[in-house]
């Protein structure tokens, strides 16, 4: 059988069996985890710990106030390319925006009229946002995901979908969101609807992150930065994956402790898988001083975050969160450090597309 496929089977049994595994070595009662939609709370979550959030706050610190010495101090001493030539700005994205801003208008607002869609908003939001920021990277470099990379944009959605049931399974274990406004849906109505919203993810991030890297001060600055040597030998590897199946398999026995390795087991998982596959990953160009694979989309899906979380304050059928220990200081509904894990959910969504684009990729060491 063909190695990537068997590695890709690999990560697959790891990160769905491993947290079922856990629960089922725990004697928990797993009927609650198969509810659609999921409406019911099952996880008590720790309190606030001021210790906790402080010691988050200073690591926020020390992360932010690298990357924003290193965009400030370097910047002056540094040869930044300048900007391409700015094509028209699209016809096509001018519609994202009018989408996005009739959308927006929807989702706030309680019209009578319009009862029945309210439901419905978040899709044609972020497609609507998804072309409005593909229309602004062609308008400042000539190109862009939709139009340079047509097919492989396409391919995004339904892999994204796929990508952020991932998510919301792994959510069952811990509980960090509900969803309200979406009681009345039927099983099947929910996992469609559902299904096509989740598939906005990964061209959404992926589109901004494409946006930054036209703005040289962000990424400049950072191509010959501090280099941190890379793990290289597959011991380290090997220790890797076995720590983060570990914390995939302990996620649902102590969710209020190991909440977030639902956000940094799965990545190292699939950093190691892409090492097995021979793929080069951000740790290969961090250790060579070049930054920008970890900034730039980390700081996509802060983008997208902030989106996220402002257009689902007041939409009808929206998420509300319950972060054990650090639920407090709110920028709507996420609590301030919660934003903190789109960092390396930002990592995520890069490594799958990379992953995706190696698998995908013609092996030419294979007859035909």
């Keep these: 059988m063909n190695r990537k496929l068997l590695l890709c089977m690999l990560l697959v049994v790891l990160l769905l069996g491993l947290p079922l595994l856990g629960l089922l070595a725990a004697g928990k009662d797993l009927s609650h985890y198969w509810e659609f939609p999921p409406l019911t709370q099952y996880v008590s979550h720790a309190p606030f710990s001021w210790y906790v959030f402080f010691a988050l706050v200073l690591l926020a610190i020390l992360v932010f106030g690298f990357l924003f010495f290193q965009l400030h101090h370097r910047h002056a001493s540094t040869a930044l390319n300048p900007a391409g030539a700015r094509a028209a700005f699209p016809w096509w994205g001018g519609l994202g925006l009018l989408l996005v801003a009739a959308s927006w208008l929807v989702a706030w607002n309680r019209f009578p009229p319009l009862h029945l869609v309210q439901p419905y908003t978040f899709l044609p939001l972020w497609l609507g946002y998804i072309v409005f920021i593909n229309g602004l990277s062609y308008y ?23 990508f952020w049931w991932f998510f919301e399974y792994l959510n069952r274990f811990v509980q960090n969101w509900h969803y309200l406004g979406i009681e009345d849906f039927s099983v099947k109505g929910y996992i469609f609807h559902a299904s096509l919203c989740f598939s906005t993810v990964l061209p959404a991030v992926l589109s901004t992150e494409e946006l930054l890297a036209t703005y040289p ?114 920028i709507f509904e996420m609590p301030l450090l919660g934003y903190l894990g789109y960092l390396p959910f930002g990592l995520e969504c890069r490594a799958v597309a990379s992953l995706v684009e190696t698998i995908l990729q013609r092996d030419d060491t294979q007859p035909g």
């Design 140 to 162: 400042r470099s000539s190109s862009c995901l939709l139009v340079d990379r047509s097919n492989y944009f396409l391919a995004l959605f339904p892999i994204s979908s796929c």
């Design 217 to 330: 001060r962000l990424t400049e600055p950072l191509k010959d930065s501090l280099l941190i040597p890379a793990p290289g030998n597959s011991l380290v590897e090997l220790s890797s994956l076995a720590a983060s199946a570990v914390g995939l398999l302990a996620i649902g026995i102590w969710p209020d402790y190991l909440f977030p390795l639902l956000w940094l087991s799965p990545l190292f998982i699939i950093l190691t898988i892409q090492r097995m596959l021979g793929q080069a990953t951000f740790l290969d160009s961090v250790s060579q001083g070049d930054w920008r694979p970890v900034w730039l989309p980390a700081l996509a899906a802060l983008c997208c975050g902030f989106f996220w979380e402002l257009w689902n304050v007041h939409s009808y059928a929206h998420w509300v969160y319950s972060v054990p220990l650090v639920q407090k200081a709110h």
